[in-house]
């Protein structure tokens, strides 16, 4: 009897703490939301309900934002994150295909350092990478946010390697005997097979290149038509807040996590093993 | 390992070309920016006059440079701060979670959103939040009868800029944990339910024990994601100059480089940053050896 006392006492703890939990968690989205459809007046108001409710704010963001800004930005962080995921996908798997299936002198030497890289943390390149991309002229381009995507990564090959280990060999003697080439067996079998694998690493891969700050801010710090939605909320955040409009700063922050939100319905359990196998990054 | 298949013929060429991205991203991403990023901290260069040798210099003079030496005190603090803070959270969300509660998922996902959502876009509002005489937080402790409270000034800033930086992180710890709970055979709780012990004596003989090897490796990743905090401290704390309230290392590498241009300062600051992680990687794997239970 004292055991099911027991039992639901601790019920009830838990369950208030998770709930408090979930109300921190909660309130600065549902706050987002709810300044973003206020009157400018009611910025500051601390009923959650707007009265009068608008949806002023987000057009103004189109509008008064000068030369369509806010669809330039938009329109950047979807070129950058998307040509960021092809990259990472294609090299990433390319190179796990052939560590994880080709015999090779060297292969375990490689993939060793490879594994190896993941310690060193991405500010230590960013000196080195700023100054030869300045060489070349492409400071101020979206050149350096796109190009290293494409040249591979020790967190996705890594990734990747281990989920095609786990394919029967006997798939790549049967595809051997039907004189399919390296590339063949990469393309042919390995890649179709690997869809949830690939499906988690994309939406990783999106997710991270689509919150970036850091690297935006280095290399397109003040084209808002060239830069992302990150550098330029950034930016607005100053710009506004002296004009006194949060309400415009709410809508534009709702607007840019609203394409990761519905990813994140949509695919919620690849998001979920995405960020779980993200611990092997870094 | 012997694992393989034999690349026929000109296959070898193939072989190489899918290679060949990887190994111009040890080159230039990875291996070889760490060497340069290690010749760039021996000298002087400004990317416009010609670079001057500066040997150890550099190095000598992070320990007399006060903006640096108070950074790297803050990177310290805000990791002592946030890392038993992330932990101990996200592991008693996810004990809680593991209870067999009713609205796992739901929770699961509220929990999650943080960790999805841009820090830039959620700093945005955290600043609303946080605001002195507008903020809905000091509204919150005025309703309970406490003072309010500059969030955002100088003495508190650290506090607020990692409570923000834990809410964030929760998320991803939780299913870290999660997954390790899950992981822990039925079989230890049968029998520990056999000998009579209650739910918070199984917490402690088989669950915390058992939970080990997810602790070390989310302490792991949040004392090295500490290490590099950087989105919410900007959006959160920056003033003029690409300085802030709560400098931050990655903070002052950024501000040599990319507002002064002192490449060699700044690199020599990137080095130490990367000694950091390793020392503090080796620490723990020290800690591993000697404390983590494997079964």
Not at chain 2, 104 to 118: A, D, E, G, H, K
Not at chain 2, 261 to 274: E, H, P, V
């Given at each position: 009897m004292s055991k099911s006392v027991y039992k639901t006492l601790l019920d009830?703890?838990?369950?208030?703490?998770?709930?408090?939990?979930?109300?921190?968690?909660?309130?600065?989205?549902?706050?987002?939301?709810?300044?973003?459809?206020?009157?400018?007046?009611?910025?500051?108001?601390?009923?959650?309900?707007?009265?009068p409710f608008t949806i002023q704010n987000y057009f103004d963001l189109f509008?008064?934002?000068?030369?369509?800004?806010?669809?330039?930005?938009?329109?950047?962080?979807?070129?950058?994150?998307?040509?960021?995921v092809i990259g990472q996908i294609l090299t990433c798997a390319m190179a796990a295909f052939v560590f994880a299936?080709?015999?090779?002198?060297?292969?375990?030497?490689?993939f060793a350092l490879l594994v190896a890289t993941l310690m060193i943390p991405p500010q230590v390149s960013l000196i080195p990478n700023f100054i030869i991309f300045k060489y070349l002229g492409w400071i101020g381009t979206q050149l350096p946010l796109i190009v290293p995507a494409f040249w591979g990564g020790a967190f996705g090959t890594f990734l990747l390697r281990q989920y095609f280990l786990t394919i029967p060999r006997d798939l790549v003697d049967a595809a051997r005997m039907d004189g399919a080439s390296l590339f063949d067996i990469f393309w042919r079998v390995y890649l179709p097979l690997s869809k949830p694998a690939v499906a988690a690493l994309s939406i990783f891969v999106f997710k991270d290149a689509w919150n970036d700050l850091l690297h935006p801010l280095v290399y397109l710090p003040t084209d808002m038509h060239k830069t992302t939605l990150t550098v330029g909320l950034?930016?607005?955040?100053?710009?506004?807040?002296?004009?006194?409009k949060f309400t415009v700063l709410m809508a534009g922050a709702f607007l840019s996590i609203l394409p990761l939100l519905i990813i994140f319905f949509i695919a919620q359990k690849q998001f979920i093993e995405g960020v779980a196998l993200s611990g092997v990054k870094r | 390992m012997d694992y393989g298949l034999k690349p026929l013929g000109r296959e070898k060429l193939w072989l190489w070309l899918m290679l060949t991205p990887t190994l111009v991203g040890l080159v230039f991403g990875t291996v070889g920016s760490l060497l340069a990023t290690l010749g760039l901290s021996l000298f002087d260069w400004d990317l416009i006059n010609p670079p001057h040798w500066a040997g150890v210099e550099n190095y000598v003079q992070l320990f007399e440079n006060k903006d640096?030496?108070?950074?790297?005190?803050?990177?310290?603090?805000?990791?002592?701060?946030?890392?038993?803070?992330?932990?101990?959270?996200?592991?008693?969300?996810?004990?809680?979670?593991?209870?067999?509660?009713r609205g796992?998922?739901?929770?699961?996902?509220?929990?999650?959103?943080?960790?999805?959502?841009?820090a830039v876009a959620t700093a945005l509002v955290w600043n609303m939040i946080y605001g002195k005489e507008t903020g809905?937080?000091?509204?919150?402790?005025?309703?309970?009868?406490?003072?309010?409270?500059?969030?955002?000034?100088?003495?508190?800033?650290?506090?607020?800029?990692?409570?923000?930086?834990?809410?964030?992180?929760?998320?991803?710890?939780?299913?870290?944990?999660?997954?390790?709970?899950t992981a822990i055979p039925r079989d230890y709780y049968e029998a520990a339910m056999l000998d009579g012990a209650n739910e918070l004596q199984q917490f402690f003989s088989v669950t915390l024990p058992l939970i080990t090897p997810s602790i070390f490796f989310q302490t792991l990743i949040s004392a090295i994601n500490a290490f590099q905090a950087y989105d919410y401290i900007y959006m959160l704390t920056r003033r003029g100059q690409g300085d802030s309230s709560v400098p931050v290392a990655v903070y002052?590498?950024?501000?040599?480089?990319?507002?002064?241009?002192?490449?060699?300062?700044?690199?020599?600051?990137?080095?130490?940053?990367?000694?950091?992680?390793?020392?503090?990687?080796?620490i723990m794997f020290w800690w591993e050896r000697h404390y983590v239970v494997y079964e």
């Open positions: 009830i703890i838990s369950y208030a703490v998770l709930l408090f939990g979930a109300l921190t968690m909660l309130i600065p989205f549902v706050w987002m939301i709810s300044v973003s459809f206020r009157v400018p007046a009611q910025q500051f108001s601390r009923n959650i309900i707007p009265n509008r008064d934002l000068p030369d369509e800004v806010f669809l330039y930005l938009t329109f950047n962080s979807f070129k950058i994150s998307i040509l960021t299936v080709v015999k090779f002198k060297g292969r375990d030497f490689l950034a930016f607005f955040q100053q710009q506004l807040q002296l004009g006194g | 640096y030496i108070e950074a790297f005190v803050n990177t310290l603090k805000f990791s002592a701060l946030y890392v038993p803070g992330v932990v101990i959270l996200s592991l008693l969300v996810a004990i809680l979670l593991n209870r067999k509660i796992v998922s739901f929770f699961r996902t509220v929990y999650f959103l943080p960790t999805v959502t841009s809905i937080l000091n509204f919150v402790l005025e309703r309970l009868g406490f003072a309010p409270v500059c969030w955002l000034c100088t003495d508190n800033a650290m506090m607020s800029v990692v409570i923000v930086n834990i809410w964030g992180a929760i998320g991803e710890g939780m299913i870290i944990f999660l997954a390790g709970l002052s590498i950024y501000r040599n480089a990319f507002h002064f241009f002192r490449m060699g300062d700044a690199s020599a600051q990137a080095i130490q940053l990367a000694l950091l992680v390793a020392v503090f990687m080796a």
